[in-house]
């Protein structure tokens, strides 16, 4: 049975409420500096009174946040592509991928701005960068998914190599797709900050930066606040997108995942 | 001189595979003849290479030595001449029903509505019509191996390469398969070649049954199966069916032995 709206999400939001209550009273009965902590009343009014310039901030870093997000997802699947196809590229890139995500971007991005300037630009790449990775292994581990006697099956019929990839492979690989893209889309507008905080022009990320160094604590709350709906709003918009693009994963997830899903895992099969 | 033409002839078939890097021989000298409209069915011990020699006649691999002769011609490439079915039924998840069954054709790059209609057709004739815009995730086993069968037929239904579709069924549902096969080889005149370890399935089914030895293969008996069709399941119970069932029986425990 489907448990009810209440019961699923209630818990959840009785304890933020708890808390939320909780952070109120300790910084009113507490006395707290409002330049220390301010209270979570206080970060909302901050939050409407500035919220004209937190708006022109915020749109700014979504559009790094999506570009980024979009250019790395191209990137990850042609990347993902080309090696699945070429043996050699494979074994030429993907050590080297690995000993990529080694490298903090978080150091990089200095060097980014030095390089490229204030702009948009060195933020988006600061987004790929991020985001890359995680989709590319995603649709490669799923290239690598489609059963072996799925292959047999198509070979059989006489299908190419291209149409290997169309029929299955590519469509088998789709969840794994998706899972990739999740995690990137959660990393995404954390990595446009990490851009913008080393110097930008405009943005949430720099925003916060000169609210901190102003001591307008309440305005770094209300940024980080604007900054986890953006990143909520952009995770619930993949997951929309993924229920569009594969209706019959969702439909299929509770009665019956394994059996011969193509998706997961190849399955023992008898010789 | 043969009454009937021939759907594949196998002649002295060999094959060697790389395990661990021995060359282990599978296929030893195997013969075969699969007349046409003919259903012959290969028993063995499980792992003896049966499904290796319908890998070798689905043109997925070539024999190391022998020959085989499909349709009469032993030289042109086998892949896409044979509906080559596995065990596991293989339906595409996020494929309906009959756009499943149509995935053969869809190789062959055939026009989708010609397609979908084809499978429609072969949907209603063989009791599935109902389920046509399903998910295959909602169907029972049974249900999924009819549609990879029907998906085998109606990519190509001269020649038949069934590979123990029926071994993960349970009994009950694996005695309405077998009817149900019956019927399907009936009316489209297929020839068929299937592998199991089922031997009442094999004598069920059969014009012609060949017994495999264990590891590396050969042909050990070929018997025929003397029982007029349309078979009933109670035609299993006649003495000379019992009879032969038993004696293929004795035949295999011998194999499993060694």
Known sequence: MKRSWISLYGPAMILALVLLLGWQMYTRIGNVNPLVLPAPTEIITTLGKSWDTLFDHTVYTLMETVLGLALATICALVLALIMDLVGVVRRALYPLLILSQTIPIVALAPLLRIWFGFDMGPKILVVILFCFFPITVACIDGLEGTPGDLIKLLRSMKASRWQQLWFVRLPGALPSFFSGLRIAATYAPIAAIFGEIVGAEKGLGIFMQFSLNARATAQVFASIVILSLLSLFLFGFVILLERLALPWYHSTTASNRDGDNVSRKSKEMKG | ?258
């Open chain 2, 1 to 258: 001189m043969e009454q009937r033409s021939i759907a594949v002839s196998i002649k002295k078939v060999s094959k060697r595979y790389l395990h661990q890097g021995r060359e282990v021989p599978v296929l030893q000298e195997i013969d075969l003849t699969v007349p046409q409209a003919a259903f012959v069915s290969l028993v063995g011990p499980s792992g003896c290479g049966k499904s290796s020699l319908l890998h070798l006649i689905a043109g997925l691999d070539e024999p190391d030595e022998g020959e085989i002769i499909l349709h009469g011609d032993s030289k042109s490439s086998r892949a896409g001449k044979c509906g080559y079915m596995l065990q596991q039924p293989l339906l595409l998840p996020w494929r309906t029903v009959e756009e499943n069954v149509i995935l053969g054709l869809d190789v062959r790059k055939t026009p989708r509505k010609e397609a979908l209609e084809k499978a429609r057709d072969l949907l209603k004739r063989f009791g599935l019509a109902d389920f046509a815009e399903n998910y295959p995730a909602t169907l029972s086993g049974g249900m999924k191996q009819r549609v990879a069968l029907l998906r085998t037929v109606l990519f190509q239904n001269e020649l038949l390469l069934l590979d123990e579709p029926f071994g993960a069924l349970d009994a009950l549902t694996r005695q309405t398969m077998h009817l149900w096969l019956q019927d399907l080889w009936e009316s489209i005149s297929a020839s068929v070649l299937l592998v199991t370890h089922d031997i009442r399935e094999a004598i069920f089914l059969s014009d012609t049954i060949y017994v495999m030895s264990h590891r590396p293969a050969r042909i050990l008996q070929r018997y025929d199966v003397d029982l007029p069709r349309p078979r009933k399941i109670e035609d299993l119970s006649q003495e000379h069916v019992i009879q032969l069932e038993q004696k293929i029986f004795a035949q295999l425990m011998e194999e499993e032995k060694v």
